[in-house]
């Protein structure tokens, strides 16, 4: 059936607004009750090692899926971009479980990383959501991210419901190795399974971000700051306002601000930090403090409690649902998205088809 735009302006705009239904389909086929059940079960168990392989948008959902799988699973786990990991004969083993994200299950390096851990009998899973793919057909097991045909360039359903089968991959692989008992398990399900009605009241900002996009189109920089969780998802974030905006945005830990990019502070740059109230909330705002220090004009995304907290100084707080902390990278993936569409929109630049980027890259 041919794709419409439904209403949408972009096709971007129509994705990102389908993702509280798309997420609820993914979380329906991976969850059973009160246990994650993916549908078709790898073994984490017998794994020495994940070793994550991807590009783009999807390397940033490994570099999320990380923390999860060290901290739900306790297993070590290495995140590589494909056009490196290919050449870099990087050890892996039969005992290592590689791990491919990929939306196309076309792009040409990641393809080619998984065809090098198959040389060398690791078990090969992959997480697709064109399940025909080459990268599924030449995976062990291939797992269905189910978000539905997305056409925009920049990815978003995608990259959301790839967040949710990593996480119920994570889950999982806590349960088989004893780390996570069925209280917990049960505890994490019931927090999936508020995602999708959270997501659909985290679109409420989209007003806001409609007017912020006037002030970040005006920019020649935006610097986009995280800690833990939501260091990749600053990552994704400068990523998606590069790819559509073309504004040159930066992502950094916040903690590594003092090591370098604070040189680039005035008042000419917009600092987006995200930071939902979690274990390291006063730490990322002592962090943006240093950067209001300097006349940054801060954009703070947060939830209530964290704009009780922490608004004083900052130029624009942007208040999101309070969520577990675990959970909101999948969440504050909508900031992420909004901020860059409605800049991209307010520049008048081409959202579905930016400037020299394809949707799935088929050469190296
Ligand atoms: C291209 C697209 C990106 C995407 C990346 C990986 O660069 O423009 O949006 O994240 O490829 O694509 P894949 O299909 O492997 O997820």
């Not at 590009?55 to 060290?70: H, L, R």
């Not at 009241?201 to 005006?218: D, G, H, P, V, Y």
Request: charge should be negative; proline fraction near 5%.
């Amino acid at each position: 059936a041919r794709i419409e735009k439904a209403g949408h302006r972009h096709f971007m705009a129509k994705e990102i607004h389908e993702q509280p239904q798309t997420l609820s389909d993914v979380l329906a086929a991976y969850l059973d009750g009160d246990r994650v059940a993916p549908p078709v079960d790898h073994d984490f168990a017998a794994a020495d090692r994940v070793v994550m392989v991807a590009c783009g948008t999807a390397n940033f959902a490994c570099s999320v899926a990380k923390y999860w799988f060290e901290g739900l699973a306790r297993m070590p786990v290495d995140v590589d971009i494909a056009s490196e990991y290919r050449y870099r004969e990087g050890p892996v083993s039969p005992a290592s479980t590689a791990l491919f994200v990929s939306q196309s299950g076309e792009t040409a390096d990641t393809l080619a990383a998984l065809r090098y851990a198959r040389g060398k009998a690791a078990a090969i899973v992959s997480v697709v959501n064109v399940t025909t793919s080459s990268i599924a057909r030449e995976s062990d097991v291939a797992l269905p991210i189910l978000a539905g045909v997305e056409v925009g360039v920049a990815s978003t359903k995608a990259f959301v419901n790839q967040l949710a089968v990593l996480l119920c991959l994570a889950i999982r692989a806590g349960v088989q190795r004893g780390v996570i008992d069925s209280e917990r398990e049960a505890a994490l399900v019931a927090g999936l399974r508020r995602l999708p009605g959270l997501m659909s009241q985290a679109m409420a900002i989209e007003t806001r971000c409609e007017e912020l996009a006037s002030r970040l189109a005006e920019a020649s920089d935006v610097l986009f700051l995280g800690r833990g969780l939501m260091f990749p998802m600053a990552h994704e974030g400068a990523l998606k306002l590069k790819e559509i905006s073309y504004i040159h945005a930066e992502a950094y830990a916040s903690g590594e601000l003092k090591h370098g990019p604070i040189a680039l502070v005035d008042r000419t740059l917009p600092v987006v930090v995200l930071a939902p109230t979690d274990a390291l909330f006063d730490k990322t705002v002592s962090n943006m403090q240093e950067v209001m220090a300097r006349e940054g004009q801060v954009l703070l995304v947060t939830d209530s409690e964290g704009a009780a907290r922490a608004s004083e100084g900052v130029w624009q707080t942007l208040v999101m649902p309070a969520i577990d902390p675990l959970m909101a990278p999948i969440l504050y993936a909508v900031p992420a998205q909004l901020l860059a569409y409605h800049t991209a929109v307010h520049k008048g630049t081409d959202v579905d088809q930016p400037r020299n980027l394809a949707k799935s890259v088929t050469v190296e």
